[in-house]
T-cell receptor
Framework: GAVVSQHPSWVICKSGTSVKIECRSLDFQATTMFWYRQFPKQSLMLMATSNEGSKATYEQGVEKDKFLINHASLTLSTLTVTSAHPEDSSFYIC????????????FGEGSWLTVV | DQQVKQNSPSLSVQEGRISILNCDYTNSMFDYFLWYKKYPAEGPTFLISISSIKDKNEDGRFTVFLNKSAKHLSLHIVPSQPGDSAVYFCAASAGGAQKLVFGQGTRLTINP
């Protein structure tokens, strides 16, 4: 079946550095991907909608200059956390779908970011 | 403003019995609801969904009920199995959008 893959699964970075997380659709093309963030024991919160070939759409309260999203191809979206701070430590998850339906949304495995 | 709420952070059920997970929403624009199962450090996996034009959808051991007037939905799992132990999230969508609004999740533990 359709698979969405994220890389890396775990990453530790120092404060002030940037870290890139990749989200790939492995056997389908996705013009739109979504990035979510989950803090421990909390809900998944939508951060932004990644649009292939155009700018991402950010949810209210999400800093677009801090969370850079690039969707350069139909199978790859990247989220770059710039000038990371400890409060950015979280579980980041992407989703994508090969169709417009809602039952075909697939989530990546998630990426744990720890900023020290 | 939590538009989708799961007020029970945890639920413990005996194996073989029925598990009932509840979810409430506030946004009347939501017209599609989904339930996901999630293990730690993994992405959610889709379980079952329901459109607002229905009040019940069944798939094997899983049944989702929707009460639009109460803005409430529930997921029934029967019979519950140890492998069902996980965190369950309900999610909602408006107008067919694939961006979802999630509840806080309920940790279900099935005791042997």
């Amino acid at each position: 079946g359709a698979v969405v893959s994220q890389h890396p699964s775990w990453v530790i970075c120092k404060s002030g550095t940037s870290v890139k997380i990749e989200c790939r659709s492995l056997d389908f093309q996705a013009t739109t991907m979504f990035w979510y963030r989950q803090f421990p024991k909390q809900s998944l919160m939508l951060m932004a909608t990644s649009n292939e070939g155009s700018k991402a759409t950010y949810e209210q309260g999400v800093e677009k200059d801090k969370f850079l999203i690039n969707h350069a191809s139909l199978t790859l979206s990247t989220l770059t956390v710039t000038s990371a701070h400890p409060e950015d430590s979280s579980f980041y998850i992407c989703s994508a779908s090969p169709e417009t339906g809602l039952n075909t949304i697939y989530f990546g495995e998630g990426s744990w970011l720890t900023v020290v | 403003d939590q538009q989708v709420k799961q007020n029970s952070p945890s639920l413990s059920v005996q194996e073989g019995r029925i598990s009932i997970l509840n979810c409430d929403y506030t946004n009347s624009m939501f017209d599609y609801f989904l339930w996901y199962k999630k293990y730690p450090a993994e992405g959610p996996t889709f379980l079952i969904s329901i459109s607002s034009i229905k009040d019940k959808n069944e798939d094997g051991r899983f049944t989702v009920f929707l009460n639009k007037s109460a803005k409430h939905l529930s997921l029934h799992i029967v019979p519950s199995q140890p492998g069902d132990s996980a965190v369950y999230f309900c999610a909602a969508s408006a107008g067919g959008a694939q961006k979802l609004v999630f509840g806080q999740g309920t940790r279900l533990t099935i005791n042997p």
